[in-house]
Structure formats: structure tokens, C-alpha cells
């Protein structure tokens, strides 16, 4: 039924509901994107109220923002248009979960820290650490390709998510993938929603793959006097039979905030196992501490909340996604220190990053927009001979206006995403502008 | 059909006398893959030797509308190398070189003809291995593993291809050639790379992937679990997973299979079980010392007949062998079988095992069990003699009850084999109508044409929805029939 006629905001409330509808001007500027204030903030009950809204929004032409905790608002360009913030926060329940299958399906809106608490009592987990992972919706996770120290182990949500359902632009609730472990039947789908910003669907139903926690897990601290010796050790244990849990860089700053003994740079290692082997993997990670001149030292327990707690960032801060290869972690890291020096605002960046995926994250606090776009395009500049990428994931708008947030994608590639984006979302109903070279 | 000459002598031009095929006697071979009962003969074999040639010949096709069928080493399972509208097949096995091995990163790139094992062994020496390992993988290519995204014994612990692919270069049905992904791990945009594995050759040609190698494990330990029925065995495979161990591989065989190996490869397993379990733990000396303790005890309290360690490599290579010739040695018990290749959540072992047994009985079929059991993945051989078109019937019900059967447990139609032309009427079964929707149009977006691999992956004549709309034949109907 066309609602032309009728004002947008009565067929709103048709489709989920008075009190699921907000136009109040505060929440609308909360909810706002940048300098985009919606129209409306819908809360859907259900993913057929999902669906009913799109429906509506694709005939309308309005375009729409799906929303989980708010934690990556920034992440991206800013948008072209916004009438509808879509909260899920409604979509919040764990839907099925099966510990003898280790696989779990929640609905989107759900934190990861709800989802731990449901798994924790059987010892299973999905191993997805993000800063301020708890506080996280499991669709924004999933959505903007969240990871933490834990992918050393266990990889990203590509390897996690096994299904999804989510609702195309059009309002058409979709399937893909499958509820069991192991399935290679028809495309794979999820592998498509995992960091798409909800540019093709929004998310609606997942289904995850679990671990099993380790019976214990040791962690290390191996510190050490520059980035090259950073390096000798991070290709000793790569080149071993090691097999760390968590493996991670730390820069001054970022020891600092993590209250761990100060050194120019420092590789925090867990090992997660039965005990006799993190006792002996722990043995050899001394032995290749020393090998390259470093130092190694046994962290307490809370080491990895400690580090949590210290990376969440705050609204404004800027942070950056490098993606290199793990062999030029340290030309990298000098890089950062390079285009440190040329900070006028002299705001040090704290570095962080899983080194055997070569996934370094860039907190520069207080430093301002010139200062902030002239360090991403030296580090741009720095990583493009080898193939990097720096992604600005979080930060000002002036700063995403004045350089792309995404930087460059290969041109053939970037032109089947485009032909992506085009096929399913043709009137830019979802997250317009926001994604990839302005997809 | 026929192409025409003059499209012929194109490709020779592009390919070489070398790199064409176009004699009947020279073309038999590619009529089928190894589900023979599919078979569909192309009208040219085109086999390039580099890149270029393959945009060339894609172009080519697509200017005149040809379809396309790629082709590996021809082992797949479900028809998916083969030509049902004839057109020009691709053999990619003349770019089988490695390009690169960089242990520092963990990754090569190599050609997709390159064969699975021998990745491995370019490496192992360094201590390296490619990770997945379908039972083929001394014969079958790396483009065809991404092509089905294989599994294997190994993938319970590792994952299947897709975990182990960081970037393709493939030509797409439009004629592009485009880089995917690439070594370094995170880059923006749609991950295309995951999209494109398993596509089955229906985006495009693959030439060029880059893996990702991982080191081998401190320690390996094979357990071997005999059990007096499947359900036992069943129970304990659930068990071992319910207490949050992954083993590296978990394999079942039923006493068919048993019986098989050891009369034809050699008296590998205890004659009278009538199932064992063949548990393989790696990862850390001390982890697999104590994994496998827990195993075997788990085993035992599910009433195991015999438990027992590999004392040494040359044991746990006996334990290996066996199972992986055991598709070989059913030739001892039936003439021909279908293989089937379905899922259930591994909580339902147990239940599927029984009315495994029912199905059986009900159809009067003897059904012959070898399969990923850790994963749930089922590969049951319904045996039948080919002469006797009343048992190839009881057969094929059999197959389709089974498959109903994985589906109402909540599983999947194929969990590593793929679809090709042999399930695409099943796919329905698992998705509605919407969902199937959604991946025509995702393939419309890698080959605009429609003519890369057709018939394939998905069923040819969909019930059209409304967010479908369907292609314009590019050629009169039946053209190539």
C-alpha cells in the first residue's frame, strides 16, 4: 500500500507501534550521524517489524541507518541522506543455543557480553574480543568486521558466523549459510554480510560457531628494546610450533595504559591450554624471548581486562585500522613513530594489533583533524609499497570529509562491489555513502 | 550443437594446436567427472597455460554467448565438471605451477592447477602444510578445492578451503580479470573472496590463489575406538565434543567398510567391531597426551570393545591408510553406489545412525558408512547393482529419505562436495525461495551473461519471486542441447 498520501510517521507507527517510534528532538540528535539527524529513531520488537519498516523505507526512498550499541557511528564516510535509525537493541535474544553442538543463533541486537554470560557456565565462548566487546551488539560486530587479540587463535568473524538472516533493502527477509558446522551448500552468503556496514541487508539473526574455553590460559610478556627486535621475535614464534592464543603488540603508550612494565615496545603472548602445555609453550616462549633479546615476564590474569578497559576509546577520538603483513611489523611501527614526529599536536599514538594477522590498531588521542589527516596519509603512504591498508575507524567527520575513511580500493574489485551494491540496493536505501568509496 | 569454425580457429589462435582439443576420441575423457552417472560432452577443450589466454577465451565465449564449464582435476562428486550444454570446458591443469612460497607470512600463491598435496610437500621440510586435505588431495587441484570449498578428514580442527584462502585472481563471466583479497589479511570492502569460494566455477575462472600454510603441530596422536554398534560410537563422538575437545580429525567406519579394508588394503581394523572410531589429537606434547586420555576414556565409558594408541608413525600411516582407500575398497562389497554427502548437527549422530538403519531396512538396501564424524558430516555409500533397475530405484529413495531425513535434524544437503547439477534440485529443501533469489542475482553480479558453469549450483528453472528477474537467453532455447 503506498502511504503517499498519509504522513511517513503514521505509517511508521502502523507497522511497529507509538512507543517504538521516537521524534523527539533529543533522541533524534542523539541518534544523529554526524550532522545527519534522522527523522524518526524505530525500535523493532521483531525481525518482521525489521522487515515491514525496510518495506516501507524502499517505497518511501528513505534512506536508513541500522544501529546496535552505537560504539561505531563513526566508522566510514559520513552518510548522504538519513530519515530512519533503525535501533536493535529490541533484538535481543539468545534464539537457540546448543552446547553439544558448540553453535549458538541470537538475535543481532544482543551484546557480546549477554551472549558470554549465556555460554560462560558451560565453558564455551565465541572468541571475539574487540575493546569494549561486551558492551557490543553481536550484529555491529559482525557488520563492521570487529576483532581483537583473540583472532590470533581463532580468526575473524569470517571464520565464526555460519548464518545469517537479515533483511534486504526492499524489506525481503533472507537466509544464507546454515545452522550446523559444516555446510557448502549454495553461496556463501555470510562470508558477504561480515564488515558490509549493513550495505546489504540489515542484520537480523546469527548463528555462530563456539569454542571451547581452554582449561587455562598463561599470558607473557616479552619486552623488548626496538621494533626490529619486535620483529625477530614475532617471526621466531611464527616460525614455531607454538600456538598462541593472543598474541599482541604494545607500543610505550599503549604498555603504559595497560599498567604493564614500560619498555620502547612490548608482544604480549597467552597461550591457552591444559596446564602441563601452557607451562611448557610458556618455557619455549622464554627461550625465543631470549633468542631475540627480550625479556619475558609472566602477567597476572586480568592483564587482557586491563587491556580492554585501556583501548576503549571515547566519542572523538580518532582510531586507525592498518592491515600489513606480518614481516614489515616493525618498518610500520617506525613508520608510525616517522609521522609521530610531525604531530604538532604532540599527541603520541598508543599501538596495539595482532601481529600473526599483521592487524595493527592507531589510537591518536588529542591530536587535531590537519594534524590527524596528514599522519593517516603519511602511514597511507608508508604501507602502500607493501600492500597495507589504513582504515580511519573511528574519528571526527571533518577528519572523514577530509580524506576517505577507507582509502583506495582496486578499481575492477571495487567495481563488482559496486555492481553489489547496485543489484540489491538500488535506491540506496541502507547506510548510503557510508561504505567504501562512498558505496 | 556445433560452434561454428570460425569461433574454433579463434581459440586456436588464442590457445595454440597444443592448447585445444576438438577430437571426439580427445574430448570422451571430459564428458563426466567422477559422478559419471552426469555426463555432457563440450564441444571444444580449451587447456591455457597462462592467464592471459583465459581472459582471452572468456572473452571470446562471452562475445558469442558460448557457456563455459572450468574443470580441475576432474574429481569432484556432483557433476560439476561436466558440460550439459556443451560449449567450450577449461582445463586449468597445464597452470600448475607454485608462484610464491613466503613462510614469514605464512602464505603461498599458486596456480589452480597446482595439485593439493604437492603444495604441502613444497613445504613440509620446512615444517609447513597446506591445510585442507580432502581424501583426494594426491589428485585433485587447488582451483577445484576453492571451486567446491573442500573439506577434508583434518577440517574439524583447521576448517574448510575457505579458512585457508586470503586472495583469488579470477576472470570473471564479464571477461574482467580482478584481484581478490590479497596476502595481507584486512582490507575494506566486501569480502569477495570469501563469496567466490565454493561458487563452483559459476563467477568466473580462478588463476591464481593465494593460501594461507600453517605450521605443523609440536605432536600428533592417532586414537583408534572399536565400538559393537554405531549408536555406541555415535554417543561417543557427541561426548568427546560436548566436553570441548576439537580433535583434529574425528572419522567413523561401520563394519562394511571395515570388512572392506581389511580384505582389499590390509587388516588395518578389529574384524569383529561394527564401528570404530578413529580420533586424531594434535597441537601441543602435553595437550595431546592429555586430550587423548580424556578420549579414550570417554570412549570406554560408551562401552568401547578396545581402545588403543598408534605407538608410533608407521602404525597411525596403517590407521590412515585405511581410511582414506576405503571409497576404493567398497568395490570388494557393491558394483556401484551413491554417495551422499549430508549434514546433521553432531549432537544427532546418534539419531541419524538409527533411522539410518531404518531407512535401510525399508528400502531393503545395504548402506555402507565412512564419514567426518566430529563434524556430523555423513557420507553413507548406498550400495546397488547397476544391472537391476528395481534396486537403482530402492537406491535412489533411500538417498532422498536419507537426505529429507538430515534436513527435518536441521542440517545441511552437502557439507563438502558441493552441489554441481547432482543437488541443485535439492537446494530448496534448505532454502526458500527469497534466499535463492538473493544468490541468482549475486551470481548475475560476477557473470552478467549467464555463461559460467550453467546448470550448476543452483536450479535452472526457479520458481521466479518477485525479487528475480530472470535473464534474457542470450541464445534461442535449446541452442545447445
Not at chain 2, 570422451?28 to 581472459?55: F, I, N, S, W
Request: overall charge negative.
Amino acid at each position: 500500500m503506498s502511504v503517499s498520501t498519509r504522513s511517513v510517521g503514521a505509517a511508521l507507527v502502523d507497522v511497529v507501534g507509538a512507543p517504538r517510534i521516537s521524534d523527539r528532538p533529543e533522541a533524534l540528535r542523539a541518534a544523529a550521524l554526524d550532522d545527519r539527524v534522522p527523522r524518526w529513531v524505530v525500535r523493532p520488537a521483531s525481525g518482521e517489524q525489521v522487515a515491514a519498516v525496510l518495506a516501507l523505507a524502499a517505497e518511501e526512498g528513505l534512506a536508513v541507518a541500522p544501529r546496535g550499541s552505537g560504539a561505531a557511528q563513526d566508522l566510514g564516510g559520513p552518510p548522504e541522506r538519513l530519515d530512519v535509525v533503525l535501533d536493535t537493541l529490541d533484538l535481543a535474544r539468545v534464539l537457540e543455543y546448543k552446547p553439544d553442538d558448540l553453535t549458538v543463533r541470537v538475535e543481532a541486537g544482543l551484546t557480546a557480553g549477554a551472549l558470554a554470560a549465556s555460554l560462560n557456565p558451560r565453558r564455551q565462548q565465541l572468541p571475539m574480543d574487540p575493546p569494549g566487546w561486551a558492551g557490543r551488539t553481536l550484529g555491529g560486530l559482525v557488520a563492521t568486521n570487529a576483532h581483537g587479540p583473540l583472532r590470533a587463535r581463532y580468526g575473524t568473524f569470517r571464520d565464526l558466523l555460519l548464518g545469517v538472516r537479515f533483511v534486504q533493502a526492499d524489506g525481503v527477509s533472507t537466509w544464507g549459510g546454515a545452522h550446523v558446522v559444516k555446510s557448502v551448500s549454495g553461496y556463501d552468503v555470510p562470508k558477504l554480510m561480515v564488515g558490509a556496514l549493513g550495505t546489504l541487508g540489515v542484520l537480523v539473526e546469527l548463528t555462530f560457531r563456539l569454542h571451547p574455553m581452554p582449561d587455562r590460559e598463561g599470558t607473557w610478556l616479552i619486552t623488548l628494546a626496538s621494533a626490529p627486535a619486535a620483529q625477530a621475535f614475532i617471526a621466531l614464534v611464527l616460525d614455531s610450533t607454538l600456538e598462541p592464543m593472543r598474541f599482541e603488540l604494545l607500543n610505550a603508550p599503549a604498555l603504559q595504559a595497560s599498567s604493564a612494565p614500560s619498555a620502547p615496545v612490548g608482544v604480549a603472548v597467552s597461550i591457552g591450554s591444559v596446564e602441563g602445555a601452557v607451562r611448557e609453550q610458556g618455557g619455549q616462549l622464554e627461550e625465543l624471548a631470549r633468542r631475540a633479546g627480550g625479556r619475558a615476564t609472566a602477567l597476572e590474569e586480568d592483564f587482557w581486562d586491563r587491556c580492554d578497559r585501556a583501548f576503549t576509546t571515547a566519542a572523538g577520538e580518532v582510531v586507525l585500522q592498518i592491515g600489513v603483513l606480518p614481516s614489515v611489523i616493525a618498518q610500520t611501527l617506525e613508520a608510525i613513530t616517522a609521522g609521530q614526529a610531525d604531530l604538532r599536536s604532540g599527541a603520541t599514538p598508543m599501538v596495539t594489533g595482532c601481529v600473526a594477522r599483521g592487524s595493527i590498531r592507531v589510537v591518536l588521542t588529542g591530536a587535531d583533524v590537519q594534524d590527524a589527516a596528514a599522519f593517516v596519509t603519511h602511514l597511507r603512504d608508508a604501507v602502500h609499497g607493501f600492500d597495507g591498508s589504513v582504515v580511519v575507524q573511528a574519528g571526527p567527520r571533518e577528519l572523514r570529509t577530509a580524506l576517505d575513511p577507507w582509502g583506495p580500493v582496486e578499481p575492477a574489485a571495487f567495481e563488482l562491489m559496486r555492481r553489489l551494491r547496485d543489484e540489491f540496493d538500488p535506491r540506496r536505501v541502507l547506510n548510503p555513502g557510508r561504505f567504501v568509496g562512498g558505496l | 550443437m556445433s560452434l561454428s569454425a570460425a569461433f574454433v580457429e579463434g581459440l586456436r589462435d588464442i590457445l595454440g594446436p597444443e592448447g585445444l582439443v576438438v577430437s571426439l576420441e580427445g574430448r570422451l575423457v571430459y564428458e563426466c567427472d567422477m559422478h559419471t552417472y552426469y555426463k555432457g560432452m563440450p564441444d571444444v577443450v580449451a587447456l591455457p597455460d597462462r592467464t592471459e589466454q583465459v581472459v582471452e577465451v572468456v572473452r571470446r565465449c562471452r562475445e558469442h554467448g558460448v557457456p563455459i564449464v572450468p574443470r580441475g582435476a576432474g574429481t569432484g562428486l556432483i557433476g560439476g565438471a561436466m558440460a550439459p550444454r556443451g560449449g567450450v570446458m577449461v582445463g586449468l591443469n597445464r597452470m600448475n605451477a607454485v608462484l610464491e612460497i613466503d613462510l614469514p607470512n605464512r602464505c603461498a600463491t599458486v596456480q589452480p592447477g597446482l595439485i593439493n598435496l604437492w603444495l604441502t610437500q613444497a613445504v613440509a621440510e620446512r615444517g609447513y602444510f597446506f591445510a585442507p586435505d580432502p581424501s583426494s588431495q594426491m589428485v585433485s587441484s587447488i582451483g577445484g578445492n576453492v571451486a567446491t570449498n573442500a573439506g577434508g578428514a583434518h577440517c574439524l580442527k583447521y576448517g574448510i578451503t575457505t579458512n585457508h584462502v586470503l586472495g583469488l585472481e579470477i576472470v570473471t563471466g564479464a571477461g574482467e580479470l580482478v584481484r581478490l583479497g590479497g596476502k595481507v589479511a584486512d582490507r575494506p570492502g566486501y569480502d569477495l573472496t570469501g563469496a567466490a569460494v565454493g561458487s563452483e566455477g559459476t563467477f568466473g575462472l580462478v588463476t591464481a590463489v593465494i593460501v594461507r600454510l600453517l605450521h605443523a603441530p609440536e605432536a600428533v596422536k592417532t586414537v583408534l575406538a572399536s565400538f559393537a554398534s554405531l549408536v555406541d560410537a555415535s554417543h561417543a563422538v557427541s561426548d568427546i565434543i560436548a566436553a570441548g575437545i576439537i580433535p583434529a580429525a574425528l572419522e567413523m567406519l561401520d563394519a562394511v567398510i571395515i570388512r572392506a579394508i581389511n580384505a582389499g588394503v590390509a587388516p588395518v581394523y578389529p574384524a569383529e567391531a561394527a564401528a570404530v572410531l578413529l580420533i586424531e589429537l594434535d597441537g601441543p606434547r602435553a595437550e595431546v597426551d592429555r586430550q587423548g586420555q580424556r578420549c579414550a576414556g570417554l570412549c570406554r565409558e560408551r562401552g568401547a570393545l578396545e581402545v588403543r594408541v598408534a605407538r608410533d608413525e608407521a602404525e597411525r600411516t596403517l590407521l590412515w591408510k585405511g581410511r582414506k582407500e576405503a571409497a576404493g575398497a567398497v568395490g570388494r562389497v557393491t558394483s556401484s553406489y551413491l554417495l551422499q554427502d549430508a549434514v546433521v548437527p553432531r549432537s544427532k549422530l546418534p539419531d541419524i545412525m538409527q533411522e539410518m538403519q531404518a531407512i535401510a531396512a525399508r528400502h531393503g538396501v545395504l548402506i555402507a558408512n565412512v564419514f567426518h564424524a566430529g563434524d556430523g558430516n555423513l557420507h553413507p555409500l548406498i550400495c546397488y547393482d547397476e544391472r537391476k533397475p528395481e534396486e537403482v530405484e530402492r537406491a535412489s529413495l533411500a538417498n532422498e529419505e536419507l537426505l529429507r531425513a538430515c534436513i527435518a535434524l536441521g542440517g545441511s544437503i552437502t557439507g563438502e562436495h558441493g552441489i554441481g547439477v547432482d543437488k541443485a534440485k535439492n537446494l530448496p529443501l534448505q532454502f526458500a525461495e527469497a534466499d535463492l533469489n538473493f544468490m541468482y542475482r549475486l551470481r548475475r553480479v560476477f557473470d552478467p551473461h549467464g555463461i559460467m558453469n550453467p546448470d550448476k549450483l543452483l536450479p535452472s528453472h526457479p520458481a521466479c519471486g518477485e525479487g528475480f528477474r530472470p535473464l534474457r537467453p542470450s541464445l534461442p532455447a535449446g541452442a545447445w542441447i
